[in-house]
């Protein structure tokens, strides 16, 4: 897909149904929806799809064993059939996961097995296997590196875990299929009005400068953790609605925890619960729950969250991990509801829940605050069920329960192109590897320029391939080369190649844990 046949589209198109500002989960679930049914739909970005908080979650696809503990069994319920249907629906990225919960004493491996006996009972016919209670041999064996002294057993169930930023460039690839139009690096300015009526937006290229003035029946905000900065562009002094909260990630080599099964944790000093996840071939150890007044768009670990999570790993681990131990160290902003709940500026609240928030303004922006991928389809149906009559449109069902994502392989299976692997494998540099600790070839670096909308280095050791999320050392050791690959394939020059290899490498620095 070229860029400049895309732009040439956005520019030829004189409305658009439906526009969404953001191109994270809950933005492209939105396009994905109102695309399949049948809308004119444009989704901007004004980085890349998933910079931000949804290539940086803890690769879960769960209906949350601490909600479960909360008592907040409806959610537990609706997050275990959307589970059930992104199985279905992108089987080459969302996978059952195995969990085992080491147990010390005797009554916390009851309580354990009672609740997650419930978590079975919810998840009713969509159950991916009953849980069941381990001997402490039996825990050991399915938890290699586990702390022995002490146990007295475990308890095993099952989740899924997933591929999120690849679910989100999935998404991007459907909501072409459905004849839907997204592009990145097309920030808004600002948003157009119309006798009092949010009529579209202005958006600027990042690349090119050029100015684009986009109309549309209704503007969807679904911009995370700035979705405030967009709802003020239509009311300057509407109040803050999110809270931000930071959850920072481990990566480590997977001698920790040599198995296919995940570790949870489900008592930490902040009151969370810690996974250790099997992921790409390393162990993923999260997170953490931190409160952030600033919206940096990298945010890094802080000291004191890399020490929680290696010290609380460690009295759980034989081997207990250290900060020169860690290949890549990440970290996330939650966009939670916060404040400001009570004042909706003469709107309406179309549908509130502790998890997220849809609010129609008086000028009619549909704004979404809230939100997390196990439940980013339902949400996209109750956004777009929200803005059909705000703007005016046609009613049309939902049809994104059944519907199969991109590359989706007609079975399980774990690469992560589904049915465009054999595309990709056509393609100069099929099976040569840009770096021998990493999985990237060659091949691929050219499919994300070509097919994926790969505009750098960072989109496409980042997000396209997870190699800075996996291992930040080896990804900047293959800068270089991807650099040459970008400059071949976009026409820049050898200055450019060179500014693309150093501002990448600069950013995975801050993947580094400092020793």
């Not at 046949?5 to 994905?32: E, K, Y």
Request: net charge neutral; hydrophobic share 45%.
């Amino acid at each position: 897909m070229k860029r400049a046949a895309l732009l040439a589209r956005l520019r030829s198109t004189p409305r658009w149904d439906v526009l969404v500002i953001g191109g994270g989960a809950t933005g492209l679930g939105c396009a994905v929806d109102a695309a399949a049914r049948g809308y004119a739909t444009l989704l901007l970005e004004a980085h890349d799809f998933a910079k931000g908080t949804s290539s940086r979650s803890t690769k879960l696809i769960h209906g949350g064993v601490r909600y479960l503990a909360q008592g907040r069994l409806g959610l537990v319920r609706e997050a275990l059939e959307e589970r059930a249907i992104l199985l279905a629906n992108a089987p080459h990225l969302v996978h059952p996961q195995r969990f085992v919960v080491p147990a010390y004493r005797q009554w916390d491996r009851l309580m354990l097995g009672v609740g997650l006996t419930a978590y079975d009972w919810l998840a009713g016919s969509r159950s991916l296997g009953a849980s069941r209670l381990l001997s402490a041999r039996d825990t050991v064996a399915a938890l290699p590196g586990v702390k022995q002294e002490g146990l007295v057993g475990g308890i095993a169930y099952m989740d899924a875990r997933f591929d999120d930023a690849r679910l989100a460039i999935t998404l991007m690839r459907s909501v072409f299929d459905l004849g839907g139009l997204a592009i990145n690096y097309l920030p808004v300015s600002a948003l157009r009005h119309e006798a009092g009526r949010v009529v579209g937006a202005d958006a600027r290229d990042a690349e090119s400068g050029a100015c684009f003035s986009i109309a549309a029946r209704v503007v969807i905000n679904a911009g995370g953790v700035w979705a405030d900065t967009l709802r003020q562009l239509d009311e300057p002094q509407a109040p803050a609605q999110l809270a931000p909260s930071q959850g920072a990630h481990l990566v480590l080599d997977r001698d920790f925890l040599p198995t296919d099964s995940a570790l949870l944790i489900p008592h930490t000093p902040d009151g969370r619960v810690l996974f250790a996840i099997p992921w790409k071939g390393k162990v993923l150890l999260g997170t953490t729950d931190t409160p952030r007044i600033d919206l940096p768009l990298e945010p890094c670990p802080l000291d004191g969250e890399i020490d929680f999570i290696l010290e609380t790993a460690g009295r759980y681990l034989t081997r207990p991990p250290r900060r020169e131990d860690v290949r890549s160290a990440f970290a996330g902003l939650r966009p939670l509801i916060g404040s400001g709940l009570d004042d909706a500026k003469g709107g309406t609240t179309a549908a509130l829940s502790r998890e997220h928030l849809i609010q129609v303004s008086r000028q009619g922006l549909v704004s979404v605050a809230g939100g997390k991928w196990t439940t980013y389809r339902r949400m996209g149906e109750q956004i777009v069920d929200t803005a059909i009559p705000v703007g005016g449109l046609a009613a049309r069902p939902c049809s994104t329960r059944e519907l199969p994502l991109h590359g989706h392989p007609g079975s399980a299976c774990e690469d992560v192109f589904g049915t465009d692997r054999p595309e990709v494998d056509t393609l100069p540099g099929a099976g040569r590897r840009i770096h021998p600790a990493l999985t990237l070839t060659e091949a691929e670096v050219r499919h994300a320029i070509r097919h994926e909308l790969a505009r750098s280095v960072e989109d496409i050791l980042a997000r396209r391939h997870r190699a800075l999320f996996i291992d930040a050392r080896s990804a900047q050791d293959s800068a270089p080369a991807v650099a040459a690959i970008l400059a071949e394939e976009l026409g820049l020059d050898a200055n450019q190649a060179v500014e693309q290899t150093e501002s990448f490498q600069r950013l995975a620095e801050g993947f580094l844990t400092p020793r």
